[in-house]
């Protein structure tokens, strides 16, 4: 017999397995997981990049890095990609495997169980995985067109000692809204006065197809009690598994200490790799042709929702990002549309409100399906919902 | 100002980061870390595997991959590298982000405070951090020449309830010894029969230079007692993180969904590059190659040690593995051996005994050393013990 796991285990499957079965079947289109377009990958100027680097650095190529990540690197990172303040540098940065580590490593670093953290209600699936780990207690906010309501969050803040604020502020998963600049500004001080750590999670930032750029959270932050999670998966490839963090240079410090004792350091086969890539290729024309390909993929959604789902339904129509968020009428549950309709996975809503458990929505993923498949998976969600009417 | 972080921390900085740090200042001869040599990468190898496999799948190559690893490539390392029982199959194997983060999943899933760990005295220090941070109660149990004193082990087992009891069975780290095929039975009828999980942590097995290859604990286990971790860091490269698990199929089922929360999953692009590296090459002529280098090695300190370090001192001369242990005369602190020579670098003893604390030995590595820096570097500690008696 084998001991008992940790009581702070259920046996529980998780969320995150459900989503990436669903999307991995192939019989049915998935409009589930949130893979980037595989054809969109730079492969032969990542390809090179490996290349030119291990021929570079020779048999030192594959030896141990270091676990924030070479300094080159995280410098590329940091002038090209993450774009915060001048004020933010090197010690100020540590590389992650994809942000999901940097959430988890967050979460395992501040909170003990019951610990207080506010998430968005809908957000992202991940990021709640990796808090219920340490068992906290959650406070939904809910979002409006221009991100999260931050009265109710100040209400929150007043009322109980929060530790963590989980916030998505570009493109929102699932919703696709962004944070206001007002507001942006407003919980930067709002975390400062009211001592919690903001986790900005910022991975969509550079997925924006019209509109204009606003300014990070970060870039708000005077007291250090904002952090900045990024990553490459959705704008380079999900394979390199490369994400980042930014946050106080003590804070970067414990954190790194924390990583040493989980898994060490990142690879630096493809740390090497990618700081190669950034210094030769034109990041900005990459992100350009992304751009104009998933806003076609997503018009194209736009219209098929328009023209197949009943007109009880009502869905966004996002300006970057990954994701349409459609809301059904109240009594119907998205669950059931799942089950009923056999040809299409989505992301059901229930799990993705971690207090209100609001079953009414579903998340709809355009970035890696063919625009045949748009068609045919959005005709079959309408048919199978206006049955169900 | 910000949250307070967990109480499960202190501000005290990691033995780990202390052991990189070690092992990177330019001006010292170091035999701290256990880095393999740089020279003895299969570069060319590598490189060309990664070459054919992007050719070969194109644009998926950047995709996302699976929690656990591509199947074949679990598969290559079921039959080519760990070497089990013919009865573990595909579902008992997942892959990890080196064997350290194979050992800190156990820990997440198995310990909540206070819990009961077994350790050997000394042992890994990566693994002891691991374990700290869910602050179990720790247990050392002495090591012999034939490695873990098992009647000591069934009094603690038999006293306490004890969750884990880590063991590195092949060239253990730091002492270089290997556990008897005897006791190898008996520690995993002992699990079996006390309801303990073995974590058998198996990366020098194939870095033997002399001797017979004893069969893993594992392969005695038949209740799923025993789970055994493998790593591709010493014996290919350690810029791939790869390492692996293998365990009864409901504990991977566990495992892997923590990875979802805690990282996602592996890097595609490595499990790519290392499937067809393992398929294209001979991997034992890759270790009979290290095992002459490294055989060489560990001669040339054997015999420094002899002609320098003073006649109080002991040393062992181990037929594997990365490191010599040191043991000095009973009132020298190797800690002030390392404060005193500025020259040479090394482990020293205390922090590896976490219960006994003992101070009088030094871990040294050969790996990845020059004959002249090991030439070097013994002369320079034996003349500063030698001043210290």
């Known amino acids: ?59 030192q190529f594959y030896q141990y890095g270091s676990v924030l990540g070479a300094d080159n690197l995280r410098s590329e990172i940091l002038t090209k990609i993450a774009l915060t303040k001048p004020q933010i540098t090197l010690d100020n940065i540590m590389l992650t495997q994809g942000a999901q580590q940097a959430i988890s490593l967050l979460a395992e670093l501040f909170l003990d169980s019951g610990d207080g953290v506010v998430v968005e209600g809908p957000t992202y699936i991940g990021a709640l995985e ?11 906010v809910n979002l409006k067109s221009d991100g999260l309501d931050l009265d109710q969050l100040e209400n929150i803040v007043k009322q109980y000692q929060i530790k963590l604020v989980y ?4 493109f929102q998963n699932p919703t696709g809204c962004c944070l206001s600049l007002a507001k942006r500004k407003r919980l930067a001080k709002l975390a400062s006065r009211y001592n919690f750590l903001v986790i900005e999670d910022d991975p969509y930032r550079h997925l924006r197809y019209a509109g204009e750029d606003l300014p990070s959270i970060k870039s708000f932050d005077e007291t250090g009690n904002v952090v900045s999670l990024g990553s490459l998966s959705k704008i380079l490839s999900p394979a390199l598994r490369l994400g980042w963090l930014i946050a106080d240079q003590a804070l970067i410090k414990q954190l790194a200490n924390l990583r040493l004792a989980l898994d060490c350091q990142p690879s630096n086969v493809i740390c090497e790799m990618v ?30 929702l328009k023209k197949y789902l009943p007109s009880q339904c009502q869905f966004t129509n996002p300006q970057g990002g990954f994701f349409i968020w459609v809301t059904l009428p109240k009594h119907i549950d998205s669950h059931q549309v ?36 748009i068609k045919k998976g959005c005709q079959a969600l309408g048919n199978c919902i206006k049955e169900m009417l």
């Open 275 to 304: 700081e190669q890539y950034l210094s030769d290729n034109d990041l900005k024309a990459h992100l350009t042709q992304l751009n104009q390909a998933y806003q076609a993929k997503k018009e194209t959604m736009v219209q098929c």
């Open 130 to 140: 990796a808090f219920k780990l340490k068992q906290p207690t959650f406070h939904e």
């Open 338 to 373: 799942l089950l009923k309709n056999k040809m299409v996975a989505f992301i059901e809503s229930q799990g993705l409100f971690v207090v209100s458990q609001q079953k009414n929505h579903m998340r709809l993923n355009f970035s890696n399906v063919s625009d045949k498949q």
């Open 167 to 170: 916030t998505i502020p570009n």
């Open 1 to 59: 017999m084998l001991p008992n796991i940790s009581q702070r285990f259920s046996q529980e499957t998780s969320g995150l397995d459900d989503l990436f079965t669903l999307s991995t079947q192939k019989e049915v289109i998935s409009f589930a997981a949130g893979y980037p377009a595989t054809d969109l990958f730079p492969k032969k100027q990542l390809d090179n990049a490996f290349l030119k680097r291990t021929n570079k650095k020779t048999q």
